[in-house]
């Protein structure tokens, strides 16, 4: 007799409540551009980089609460462009870190990925990679982390007391990607000039939700920018590339501040990506008349908010704010792999070894049947998600590919003032699909792409909203 997974949700106790406290913030960006080639992540072909664009960056804002002198709470929040936080890397940090800064609880470490395909592969047996000349996974995954744990004690180590605000903007970057046809399925990237087409899957977050930090003069320090869009429009290339947020930075820099220290924060988007999937030729009508590349572009529109937005919070700057953050520890049911999906891997395995294929997706279908052996003796698949409060804004993480109708019941349901879902944070980085987009099918959707299912991300919604409201007890 098969019975339903338990769903557990540890969150530290400590943290359910958040009252007044002095902020000390520090920030640090370092460069995590590797020395020489390396295989690129994010596709299912391998790919040796031939040189780079821009550099790769990884960026800290350390924050720390404290009441009468005394240290209360915190975070480190950091960012880094790479495809996905990888298993090799979450917890070798953390453990540099405790050796490097006791004072702080590696727990509190919030680090996300921008999704950058176009940054080095992190953990060996996912591609075949020349051992000559090529900087190996783990020797990225070991010069990374040096980087990562350098950046974090600079960032902690130079927290001095300062001040936050916040904002909202609107600015046009995640599209959905997700076709659908009359015959009811979908596509990832599907044809819109298809006389079968009939629409786009699901819906689309222009909101671009800001949390700027603020030495004690009302200087800018640091900005942490979310926007619902993973960093994927050089996707394709064989050159390391730092995508959009290389641009973001770049414009920010010229005009705002030379040294501001950029957080980039994908939101909930899943289902959404750069890419235009109709009016292209306009578009690039429009870019040709400006002089840019389409990254640029992108730049250009969170730039411009970011810039008019940052002038309206610095009006409103806090120094003395309620700070709790809390972290918890979700098991998630997985999504159930059924016999028809095991004989439908088996023959495009079959196929793919037949035609020699030598990209990962033999790997890709294999691990379905690996799941479908073992779904019964292991139900559950752990996702960490951190929910802060900082002053009127909450934070909640989760560590999926998010499809965007998640983020946004998240959104709606907080009884924070303004709700920042920040995706791809920590271990994970497989799709969670809506039940619609289960339906429609296709890449993203099916359960190669999917540890978790739709029920799965009720749940994680629900656990979220929760925690967020927690800290919230007197709102209505």
Same mark, same amino acid.
């Given at each position: 007799?098969?019975?339903?997974?338990?769903?557990?949700?540890?969150?530290?106790?400590?943290?359910?409540?958040?009252?007044?406290?002095?902020?000390?913030?520090?920030?640090?960006?370092?460069?995590?551009?590797?020395?020489?080639?390396?295989?690129?992540?994010?596709?299912?072909?391998?790919?040796?980089?031939?040189?780079?664009?821009?550099?790769?960056?990884?960026?800290?804002?350390?924050?720390?609460?404290?009441?009468?002198?005394?240290?209360?709470?915190?975070?480190?929040?950091?960012? @880094?462009?790479?495809?996905?936080?990888?298993?090799?890397?979450?917890?070798?940090?953390?453990?540099?870190?405790?050796?490097?800064?006791?004072?702080?609880?590696?727990?509190?470490?919030?680090?996300?990925?921008?999704?950058?395909?176009?940054?080095?592969?992190?953990?060996?047996?996912?591609?075949?990679?020349?051992?000559?000349?090529?900087?190996?996974?783990?020797?990225?995954?070991?010069?990374?982390?040096?980087?990562?744990?350098?950046? @974090?004690?600079?960032?902690?180590?130079?927290?001095?007391?300062?001040?936050?605000?916040?904002?909202?903007?609107?600015?046009?970057?995640?599209?959905?990607?997700?076709?659908?046809?009359?015959?009811?399925?979908?596509?990832?990237?599907?044809?819109?000039?298809?006389?079968?087409?009939?629409?786009?899957?699901?819906?689309?977050?222009?909101?671009?939700?800001?949390?700027?930090?603020?030495?004690?003069?009302?200087?800018?320090?640091?900005?942490?920018?979310?926007?619902? @869009?993973?960093?994927?429009?050089?996707?394709?290339?064989?050159?390391?590339?730092?995508?959009?947020?290389?641009?973001?930075?770049?414009?920010?820099?010229?005009?705002?501040?030379?040294?501001?220290?950029?957080?980039?924060?994908?939101?909930?988007?899943?289902?959404?990506?750069?890419?235009?999937?109709?009016?292209?030729?306009?578009?690039?009508?429009?870019?040709?008349?400006?002089?840019?590349?389409?990254?640029?572009?992108?730049?250009?529109?969170?730039?411009?908010?970011?810039?008019?937005?940052?002038?309206?919070?610095?009006?409103?700057?806090?120094?003395?704010?309620?700070?709790?953050?809390?972290?918890?520890?979700?098991?998630?049911?997985?999504?159930?792999?059924?016999?028809?999906?095991?004989?439908?891997?088996?023959?495009?395995?079959?196929?793919?070894?037949?035609?020699?294929?030598?990209?990962?997706?033999?790997?890709?279908?294999?691990?379905?049947?690996?799941?479908?052996?073992?779904?019964?003796?292991?139900?559950?698949?752990?996702?960490?998600?951190?929910?802060?409060?900082?002053?009127?804004?909450?934070?909640?993480?989760?560590?999926?590919?998010?499809?965007?109708?998640?983020?946004?019941?998240?959104?709606?349901?907080?009884?924070?003032?303004?709700?920042?879902?920040?995706?791809?944070?920590?271990?994970?980085?497989?799709?969670?699909?809506?039940?619609?987009?289960?339906?429609?099918?296709?890449?993203?959707?099916?359960?190669?792409?999917?540890?978790?299912?739709?029920?799965?991300?009720?749940?994680?919604?629900?656990?979220?909203?929760?925690?967020?409201?927690?800290?919230?007890?007197?709102?209505?």
């Amino acid at each position: 007799m098969k019975t339903k997974p338990v769903v557990f949700f540890i969150i530290a106790l400590a943290a359910a409540s958040a009252s007044a406290a002095e902020l000390r913030i520090g920030a640090a960006t370092i460069n995590i551009t590797p020395d020489k080639p390396v295989a690129l992540d994010g596709q299912f072909n391998a790919r040796i980089s031939r040189g780079v664009d821009n550099p790769i960056t990884a960026t800290a804002v350390a924050i720390e609460s404290r009441e009468g002198g005394r240290a209360v709470d915190g975070a480190m929040l950091l960012s @880094c462009d790479i495809v996905v936080i990888r298993p090799p890397i979450l917890q070798p940090l953390r453990e540099r870190l405790r050796e490097k800064l006791p004072a702080f609880d590696p727990r509190k470490l919030v680090i996300t990925a921008t999704h950058t395909h176009t940054s080095a592969v992190t953990e060996e047996g996912t591609y075949e990679i020349p051992k000559e000349g090529v900087m190996q996974p783990s020797e990225y995954a070991t010069f990374l982390i040096d980087r990562l744990a350098e950046v @974090c004690v600079r960032a902690w180590n130079q927290r001095k007391p300062g001040g936050v605000s916040w904002g909202l903007g609107h600015a046009v970057v995640g599209l959905n990607r997700r076709a659908v046809y009359a015959d009811g399925t979908a596509k990832m990237y599907g044809a819109t000039n298809d006389p079968n087409f009939r629409g786009i899957e699901g819906g689309e977050d222009h909101g671009m939700e800001m949390l700027f930090f603020w030495d004690k003069r009302e200087n800018l320090l640091a900005a942490g920018i979310n926007v619902a @869009c993973p960093s994927q429009e050089v996707e394709h290339r064989s050159t390391v590339n730092a995508d959009f947020w290389h641009d973001v930075r770049e414009q920010l820099h010229a005009g705002l501040a030379s040294d501001l220290f950029v957080l980039g924060w994908p939101g909930a988007a899943g289902d959404l990506s750069p890419h235009r999937m109709y009016r292209k030729e306009a578009e690039d009508r429009m870019l040709k008349l400006r002089g840019l590349t389409y990254t640029q572009e992108i730049g250009r529109r969170i730039a411009l908010e970011v810039n008019d937005v940052y002038k309206l919070a610095q009006r409103d700057i806090r120094t003395d704010v309620p700070f709790a953050h809390t972290v918890a520890d979700l098991t998630l049911p997985v999504r159930k792999v059924t016999e028809k999906e095991v004989a439908d891997a088996q023959k495009e395995i079959e196929k793919l070894q037949k035609s020699n294929d030598k990209s990962h997706r033999v790997g890709w279908f294999k691990r379905t049947l690996d799941r479908y052996r073992t779904q019964d003796s292991e139900p559950t698949y752990p996702a960490e998600v951190h929910v802060l409060r900082i002053g009127d804004i909450a934070i909640a993480t989760n560590p999926f590919e998010l499809f965007q109708d998640y983020g946004t019941q998240m959104k709606a349901r907080s009884k924070a003032l303004q709700t920042f879902v920040i995706q791809l944070t920590g271990p994970g980085g497989t799709y969670l699909p809506t039940e619609r987009a289960v339906e429609g099918g296709g890449y993203s959707a099916v359960i190669q792409s999917n540890r978790v299912g739709p029920e799965g991300g009720q749940m994680l919604v629900e656990r979220t909203v929760e925690a967020i409201n927690a800290l919230w007890p007197d709102a209505k």
